[in-house]
C-alpha cells in the first residue's frame, strides 16, 4: 500500500497527514481528522449522506481519493457555521422541521449551500434539481424544500 | 377550567434540531473510544448449507488480527420473540441465508480484518434451497428447521369471529379477491453500528443504533452469560429506523463477545450490503379476500387468507401473521370475520416489522377490494366506506376496544380538500384519483415478554438552579421523542422545551420504556412523563401557595413562573419556586409509569392487534399515467389524519409527509427481490427510492378526537398515515386506466401488461391468480364480545 504525506485544507485549517493512496477522503476526514460530521451511507456515491465541498462545489467524499483533494479547498458541516453564527441553512432546517433523524441533512446542507452560493434565488425546481442527488428516507423532502427558500429569501435580505 | 396549553399545540423545531443541523449529533459509528479496534463478520455464500468444518488457524496467524470466533463461542440460541428463540449470533452447523454471519474477527484495522475473513476457511455442504411460499408450503423440501422433508410452516393460525357462513348467507352481492404485496425494506440511511467495551472490573457497556435498548440489555445477558447489572447498553440517536433496527442482531453480540475477548473497545460498523442481508423487513404476503355486503353496500360477513413468506427465521414473524389478520375491524364494522394466515420459512433474510407492521399488505388488498366492491353495488368509494365506518367507543367482533375515533372527518375532510367527489371518475384518460383509509395501534397492547411492570417509566430531576432534567429510555429514531417528552414536560411545568435536560436511551441513567416501536412512545412514555412532571408540579404548587397565601388550586404554571389566575405578575419565578419547594420537600425528583389497561380478548393471539388507541387515517392521491409506458406521476396527496391531539404540529405533519413518502416508495419502486434466494442488488444503486423529483406535494390535514387516555389527548403517526397510501395509489391508477394492479410494488411493466390485457377484451388486471393448497384446519371459534350488535 503506497503512502503519501498530502496537505489538506479543510475547514480552514491546513494538515499535513501520511496517508494511503487508496484511501477515500470520506475515510480520512472520519478516521484521521475525526471530522464524523460526514456519514457513510453506501460508499458507492448514490445516497449523497457523505457529500463535502471542495473548492466550493458538492464532491461525493466516498468516491474521491483524499490525495485528490490536495491543494483545494475542503468544507465539511463542522466548517458550515461561519464565525461562530450558523449558516442561514442551519437555522432553517432546524425551524422547518427539515431534519428528522439527522443523518442525511450534514450532505443535504452542503449541497444546498453550493446551490444558494451559485444562484442565490432558486426556484423551487431548481432545488429538487440540485438536491436530487442526496436522498432522504424520514421527511419526504418537502419541508427540506421550505428550509432551502426561507434560507435563500433570508440571505438575499 | 384548564388553562390554555402554553407549550403543548406550538409548531417547535426539535430540541436537538441544532445538534442535527451543525453535524454534531454523534451516530453510533461517530463514537469511538481510546484503541478501539474494528470488528467484521464473515457471511454464508449459500442460501441453505450444512457447515462441515471452519479452520480459523491462517486468520488468527495474520498480524493485527486480536481474536476469530464462530458459533462455537456465542452458542445460546435468541429471538426477539419468547416463542421464537431460533437465531444464533454466529451460524451453529447450518446457515440458512445467503449473507448469514458465520464467523468473525476483531483486528487492529479495517484492511487487516478483511484479509482475514479472506483467510478463514469454511467447508459447506449445500443443501437444496427454498425460494417462495408456494415452495416452502410443498411437502418435498427440506426442512429449514429440523431435519428431512416437509412444509416449512412457522406458523399457521385459524380464528372465527361469530357466524361467518351466515353472514354470507345474508349477502346480496360476494367478492372474492387475490393480492399480493411484494416485500421491501427499510434502508435507514444510517447503516446498522455497535461499539462494544469490556471494562477491567467486568462491566460491559455496548452503544448501538437501536430501537430497543432494553430487549437489547436482556439478550446480551443471555447470550453472553452475564448479570444485566454488569450490562449497560446506550441506544444512540438513530439515523432513520422505520422498524429496520427493532431486532436483536449478530453484530451487537459479536462486538461484545470480541470486547470480552481482545479487552479492547470494538466496533462493527455493517456496509450497505450487509444491511440488505440483515432485512427483518416488510414481509412479502398472498392474500384472498372474500367479503359479502348488503346492496346499500354493509358489510355482513369477511373470510381473509394470507401467506407470508418469512425468510429464514422467526424475528417477530409471530406477531407479523396475526397483524395481517388483526386490524380490518378497526375501520370496519364487520359483523362475521374468518382469518386463517401461515408464515413460511425460505431461505432468505428473514422478514420482520417495517412501518405499519404486517398491516400495510392486508390494508393495501382491503381497500382496493372494496373499491371495486363499490362500484359493482353502483356506490362510490366515500359511500362505502362511509356505510362501514367503525364508530368511536366501540368493541369490534375480534374483542378490539375502539375509544376516540375520527375516521368520519377524516374521510369527510381528505374528500372535501381533494375535491374527489368531483374528480373521481372524471378526470379524463390517464388522470385518476383514489381514496382509501387505515388505522393504526397507539402502541402495542402488551410488552414483548410476559411481565406485569409499566411499559415505560419517566423520572424528573430539579436541580438549585431550577434546571430540570428528564430520563427516559426511550430512544429517538428521528419520529421527534425526545422532544415530544420535553413538550409534556415543559407544558405541566411551565417550561420551554429546549430549556429542559432530555437524558435518555441509557440503561444505566433511564429507567426502562420498551423501546421506539409499535408506535407507543408518545402515549406510553408521554403519559409516564405527564404523571412524573404533575409530580414535581404538586410540589412547587404546594410550596407556592403558601408563599403566595393562595389556593393550590388557583395558581397557574406558565411562562416560567407560578401566579394566581388573573394576576400573573404577582407571582413568583420558576427559580424561587424551586427553592422553596426544595426547602419543603428536600431533594426534588418524581417519577412517573405507564401501563396499558389490560385488553387481551378470550383467545390465543388476542395480544396482537390490541391497542390503549388507535390512530386513523385517509388519503386521496392524484396520478397522471402514461399509457405507453406505464410510468406513475403522483401528482398530489391528500392525507388526513386522527392525531387524539397534535403536541408539535410541526413534528406531527413530518411524519405525515414521511409516511406517505414512505408509502409512495413501496407503492410504485422498492422491492427486496430475489432471484431464487440470491438479492438482486443489495446496494442503494439496485434498491430504487423516491428522490426529490418523484416526489409531489403533500397537504396535511390534522383532526383532533382528544383521546380520553392520551397524554394531553394524543395519539401516534409515526405509522398510521402510511397505510391508506399505498391502496389509494393503487386506487387512483385504475381511476385512470381501468387496470387494476393487485400487486405492489406497481411498476410500469405490470401497467403496461394490464392494458394490454384490457386490449384483448380481458378485465385489464395484473395480479396473482392462485392460491398454494394449504390446509389450516377447522377454525377457532371465539364468541365476539358480550353486547356485540350484529348490525
Avoid at chain 1, 27 to 48: A, P, S
Avoid at chain 2, 104 to 120: F, G, K, M
Avoid at chain 2, 398 to 421: P, Q, W, Y
Amino acid at each position: 500500500m503506497a503512502k503519501r504525506v498530502v496537505t489538506l485544507s479543510v475547514n480552514g485549517a491546513t494538515t499535513e497527514l501520511l496517508v494511503a493512496e487508496h484511501r477515500t477522503l470520506l475515510e480520512v476526514l472520519r478516521h484521521d481528522l475525526g471530522l464524523v460530521g460526514t456519514k457513510y451511507g453506501c460508499d458507492l456515491g448514490e445516497c449523497g449522506t457523505c457529500t463535502v465541498l471542495v473548492d466550493g462545489r458538492p464532491v461525493l467524499s466516498c468516491l474521491t481519493l483524499a490525495v485528490q483533494t490536495e491543494g483545494r479547498s475542503v468544507t465539511t458541516i463542522e466548517g458550515l457555521a461561519r464565525g461562530g453564527r450558523p449558516d442561514p441553512l442551519q437555522t432553517a432546517f432546524a425551524e422547518h422541521g427539515a431534519a428528522q433523524c439527522g443523518y442525511c441533512t450534514p450532505g443535504m446542507l452542503l449541497t444546498a449551500r453550493a446551490l444558494l452560493d451559485d444562484r442565490p434565488d432558486p426556484s423551487r425546481d431548481d432545488i429538487k434539481q440540485a438536491l436530487a442527488g442526496n436522498l432522504c428516507r424520514c421527511t419526504g423532502y418537502n419541508k427540506i424544500l421550505d428550509a432551502v427558500e426561507t434560507a435563500a429569501r433570508e440571505s438575499g435580505i | 377550567m384548564e388553562a390554555e396549553h402554553t407549550v403543548v399545540g406550538r409548531r417547535r423545531p426539535r430540541v436537538d434540531a441544532m445538534a442535527q443541523t451543525t453535524g454534531r449529533l454523534a451516530y453510533a459509528d461517530d463514537v469511538t473510544l481510546p484503541g478501539t479496534v474494528i470488528g467484521r463478520q464473515l457471511r454464508s455464500p449459500h442460501a441453505h448449507a450444512l457447515i462441515n468444518a471452519i479452520d480459523t488457524s491462517r486468520a488468527e496467524a495474520l498480524e493485527g488480527v486480536l481474536a476469530v470466533i464462530t458459533g462455537r463461542d456465542l452458542p445460546t440460541a435468541y429471538g426477539i420473540l419468547p416463542v421464537s428463540q431460533d437465531e444464533h449470533a454466529l451460524a451453529v452447523e447450518k446457515v440458512r441465508h445467503v449473507g448469514e454471519p458465520v464467523a468473525a474477527v476483531a483486528a487492529l484495522d479495517a484492511e487487516t480484518a478483511e484479509e482475514a475473513l479472506r483467510l478463514i476457511q469454511v467447508e459447506y455442504r449445500p443443501l437444496d434451497d427454498v425460494a417462495t411460499i408456494e415452495e416452502a408450503l410443498t411437502e418435498d423440501r427440506p426442512l429449514l428447521h429440523g431435519q428431512g422433508v416437509g412444509p416449512n410452516v412457522h406458523r399457521s393460525v385459524a380464528l372465527e369471529f361469530g357466524d361467518v357462513d351466515a353472514g354470507f348467507a345474508r349477502a346480496d352481492h360476494i367478492r372474492e379477491d387475490l393480492f399480493f404485496f411484494g416485500g421491501n425494506t427499510h434502508a435507514a440511511l444510517e447503516l446498522h453500528a455497535a461499539l462494544a467495551s469490556s471494562e477491567a472490573d467486568g462491566k460491559l457497556t455496548v452503544w448501538s443504533s437501536t430501537q430497543v435498548p432494553h430487549y437489547l440489555h436482556r439478550t446480551v445477558a443471555t447470550v453472553l452469560d452475564l448479570e444485566m447489572n454488569r450490562i449497560r447498553v446506550i441506544a444512540t440517536p438513530n439515523g432513520g429506523g422505520f422498524g429496520g433496527k427493532t431486532d436483536l442482531f449478530s453484530h451487537e453480540l459479536v462486538a461484545a463477545k470480541l470486547s470480552m475477548l481482545t479487552g479492547r473497545p470494538v466496533k462493527i460498523t455493517l456496509t450497505r450490503e450487509e444491511v440488505f442481508y440483515t432485512h427483518r423487513g416488510r414481509h412479502p404476503v398472498l392474500m384472498w379476500l372474500r367479503t359479502g355486503f348488503r346492496s346499500d353496500g354493509s358489510i355482513t360477513s369477511m373470510h381473509l387468507r394470507t401467506h407470508l413468506d418469512g425468510g429464514a427465521y422467526g424475528s417477530y414473524g409471530m406477531a407479523s401473521l396475526y397483524y395481517t389478520g388483526a386490524l380490518q375491524t378497526s375501520t370496519y364494522r364487520i359483523p362475521n370475520y374468518r382469518f386463517e394466515g401461515v408464515r413460511a420459512f425460505t431461505n432468505k433474510p428473514p422478514c420482520g416489522p417495517k412501518r405499519g407492521h404486517g398491516t400495510p399488505q392486508p390494508r393495501f388488498a382491503l381497500e382496493c377490494h372494496l373499491d371495486q366492491a363499490a362500484a359493482e353495488l353502483g356506490l362510490d368509494p366515500v359511500t362505502i366506506r362511509l356505510r362501514n365506518a367503525i364508530e368511536p367507543h366501540t368493541m369490534t367482533v375480534n374483542h378490539l376496544r375502539i375509544t376516540s375515533c375520527g375516521l368520519n372527518e377524516c374521510i369527510e375532510k381528505v374528500v372535501e380538500a381533494s375535491a374527489f367527489d368531483s374528480r373521481f371518475g372524471r378526470l379524463g384518460p390517464g388522470h385518476g384519483v383514489g381514496l382509501a383509509i387505515g388505522a393504526y395501534l397507539s402502541g402495542a397492547g402488551l410488552p414483548i415478554y410476559f411481565n406485569d411492570m409499566p411499559q415505560s417509566e419517566v423520572q424528573i430531576k430539579v436541580d438549585r438552579g431550577g434546571g430540570v432534567t428528564v430520563y427516559s429510555m426511550a430512544i429517538d429514531i428521528g419520529q421527534g421523542s425526545t422532544s415530544m417528552l420535553a413538550t409534556v414536560v415543559g407544558e405541566r411545568l411551565g417550561l420551554e422545551p429546549g430549556e429542559l435536560a432530555m437524558v435518555t436511551a441509557d440503561t444505566d441513567l433511564t429507567p426502562v420504556d420498551l423501546g421506539s416501536y409499535s408506535s407507543r412512545v408518545t402515549f406510553m412514555a408521554g403519559n409516564a412523563a405527564l404523571e412524573a412532571a404533575d409530580r414535581i408540579r404538586d410540589m412547587i404548587l404546594e410550596a407556592v401557595a403558601d408563599e403566595l397565601e393562595a389556593d393550590v388550586g388557583d395558581l397557574v404554571v406558565a411562562h416560567g413562573r407560578i401566579f394566581v389566575r388573573g394576576t400573573p405578575d404577582a407571582g413568583v419565578a420558576w427559580t424561587d419556586a424551586v427553592r422553596a419547594a426544595t426547602e419543603r420537600f428536600g431533594s426534588l425528583m418524581a417519577s412517573g409509569s405507564y401501563r396499558a389497561p389490560r385488553l387481551a380478548g378470550p383467545y390465543r393471539g388476542s395480544g396482537v392487534g390490541i391497542s390503549p388507541a388507535y390512530s386513523y387515517s385517509a388519503a386521496v392521491v392524484e396520478v397522471d399515467c402514461d399509457r405507453d409506458t406505464g410510468m406513475v406521476d403522483v401528482k398530489k396527496v391528500w392525507l388526513a389524519h386522527d392525531i387524539g391531539r397534535a403536541i408539535n404540529p410541526l413534528l406531527v405533519e413530518g411524519q405525515i409527509e414521511g409516511s406517505v413518502y414512505m408509502a409512495l416508495g413501496e407503492a410504485l419502486f422498492e422491492e427486496q427481490a430475489f432471484r431464487r434466494t440470491l438479492h438482486r442488488g443489495p446496494s442503494l444503486l439496485d434498491y430504487k427510492m423516491p428522490t426529490f423529483l418523484e416526489m409531489p406535494p403533500v397537504e396535511s390535514i390534522l383532526v383532533e378526537s382528544i383521546d380520553p387516555e392520551g397524554p394531553f389527548g394524543a395519539k401516534e403517526v409515526g405509522q398510521g398515515p402510511l397505510l391508506p397510501v399505498i391502496p389509494a395509489v393503487a386506487n387512483a391508477i385504475h381511476d385512470a386506466l381501468g387496470v387494476r394492479i393487485d400487486e405492489v410494488p406497481i411498476t410500469p411493466d405490470k401497467i403496461v401488461a394490464a392494458l394490454r390485457d384490457l386490449d384483448r377484451g380481458g378485465p385489464g388486471r395484473f395480479g396473482p391468480t392462485d392460491l398454494p393448497d394449504f390446509d389450516f384446519g377447522p377454525p377457532w371459534p371465539v364468541e365476539p364480545p358480550e353486547g356485540f350488535a350484529v348490525p
